[in-house]
């Protein structure tokens, strides 16, 4: 049990299992950074790339309490969809750490390898009428309720109207795939820098991402080390607080920041909001029954089950993401 987890988890099913000591995870992970660098990783510092979100905010903080300012280095690297906020926000940690930081707009890396062109066109077979001007979406159905998990396309016209629409797998797929170029320049462009000063590129997934798949391999799932994978989303928003990050950054609402319409997590992807996802996960980890965790979100047994369901079809069918290259006979000399 390390310091995130509760010593005694409490007979009720309620936020208060969430509660961690802060100073003591702080200066877990800050001891634990400082020992994979320079022993394992043999590293001079850290690349965090900054959104402006809750997690990469946190990551960035313990970077420094671990190994100090100057030997922390931000990337805010925005694309044609993103939200202007997310790098005013990554732009305020930045100076509010101390840290040096530049911003590289990576759309035109994006639009010369099609990714917006591959989107649109996938769009199109659903939409005709799609094109410049429109937003789009994807939004999830079914986990809560139990039904067959599927996805549905949401465009916004240049005149606000909004339509909806199942997406069919290949559609699916292709707008997926294109999107994935998006976290996949970026960890290239975190690389480049981690190489030329000799640095290590640091992962933000949180405990509920990192449990349910919730990244792209070799795109945000690719890093040297991942120092809150450990952490449920409700304690990393804890520590933040605690560390006395920016109002904005505390209180920034969980987004994709994928999609040109505002996409919130538990439409994507999650069946719950992170707050109920957290104690689904942990109540599922403890081997707590579906009747107490309807009680604890106050939603019925029944969708309980789904829940529970929900997290176990995820890790079955994001395993994949997780898995090392897979060689054909082990290679005895390395150790990987």
């Known amino acids: 049990m ?33 020992e994979i660098l320079s022993r394992k990783l043999s590293r001079r510092g850290l690349v965090v790339a900054m959104s402006g979100g809750i997690d990469s905010s946190v990551c960035a903080a313990l970077a420094v309490k671990a190994i100090g300012a100057p030997r922390v280095y931000g990337l805010m690297l925005p694309e044609r969809d993103s939200s202007g906020e997310s790098t005013t926000r990554g732009r305020q940690l930045a100076e509010h750490l101390g840290i040096r930081y530049e911003v590289f707009d990576i759309a035109g890396t994006l639009d010369a ?48 109207q909004v339509s909806q629409a199942r997406l069919d797998a290949p559609e699916y797929l292709q707008i997926v795939a294109a999107t994935n170029f998006k976290q996949r320049i970026r960890k290239t462009m975190e690389y480049f820098h981690a190489d030329r000063l000799n640095y290590a590129v640091v992962g933000t997934p949180n405990r509920l991402e990192y449990d349910q798949g919730f990244f792209v391999k070799n795109g945000d799932g690719s890093a040297d080390l991942k120092p809150i994978a450990h952490l449920y989303k409700s304690q990393v928003y804890a520590l933040a607080r605690h560390m006395g990050l920016p109002a904005e950054i505390c209180n920034a609402v969980p987004t994709t920041d994928t999609y040109s319409l505002a996409q919130g997590q538990d439409e994507f992807y999650f069946s719950l909001p992170y707050q109920q996802m957290d104690l689904a996960l942990w ?13 604890a979100l106050g939603i019925s047994e029944e969708q309980a089950v789904n829940v529970y369901r929900d997290i176990e079809a995820k890790r079955r069918t994001t395993r994949y993401l997780h898995l090392k290259p897979v060689l054909i006979e082990p290679v005895a000399e390395i150790d990987a």
Request: hydrophobic share 45%.
């Open 283 to 295: 109540a599922h980890n403890h081997g707590r029954s579906a009747a107490q965790l309807a009680t």
């Open 2 to 34: 390390n310091a995130a987890d509760t010593a005694a988890a409490p007979a009720a099913l309620d936020s208060r299992v969430l509660d961690i000591d802060a100073d003591a995870v702080i200066g877990q992970v800050s001891d634990r950074l400082r």
């Open 113 to 160: 390898m099609g990714c917006y062109s591959w989107r649109d066109e996938a769009i199109r077979r659903v939409f005709p009428g799609y094109g410049a001007g429109w937003k789009n979406k994807i939004v999830f159905s079914g986990g809560l309720d139990g039904r067959m998990s599927h996805f549905q396309l949401v465009v916004q016209a240049p005149d606000g």
